[in-house]
């Protein structure tokens, strides 16, 4: 079975997505921002056995005003990991999340043309056309004359 262009789109988006995921992961401790360490108490409440609760409020509350599904998700990395292993893993987890994501909405764009037919090959060559230095100026001057008049 062939790959068609729009789902090799949302691969190559997912996959460079990913790639800029894993290369920024950092060594910041989990509660650096605010909703992280929230997520990490509530995982590691739902892995305790406490129930979706605030671990870290007295009386442990309830905690209604955040989603459980992606405690839900940190759970078994902080049930089994020590708290930096589980942060990690969930900061890859995040990549994964956000690649897959990205290749949803990319191969939604390229299937349904949000951005209008593809452009013809030809586009290419007028690329290349660009480039060439003595023609930069005009390519420019081209384009700015080509924009709509909003006087």
């Known amino acids: 079975m062939a790959l068609t262009s729009e789902v090799k789109a949302g691969l190559a988006t997912a996959a460079a997505t990913l790639a800029v ?15 992280d360490g929230l997520y990490a108490g509530l995982a590691t409440a739902l892995a305790t056995g406490h129930g979706y609760v605030h671990p870290n409020l007295p009386g442990m509350p309830g905690a209604v005003h955040y989603p459980p599904l992606y405690p839900a998700l940190l759970t078994p990395f902080f049930g089994v990991l020590s708290v930096h292993g589980a942060a990690i ?19 939604h764009a390229t299937k349904t043309q949000v951005l209008g037919p593809p452009p013809p090959c030809r586009a290419g060559s007028r690329v290349l056309w660009c480039l060439r230095p003595r023609s930069r100026y005009r390519c420019w001057q081209r384009r700015v004359c080509c924009l709509p008049n909003r006087s």
């Open 21 to 35: 995921g894993i290369l920024t992961l950092n060594q910041a401790l989990v509660g650096v921002f605010y909703d």
């Open 89 to 107: 893993a969930g900061k890859v987890l995040n990549a994964l999340l956000n690649a897959g994501a990205a290749g949803l909405i990319a191969w």
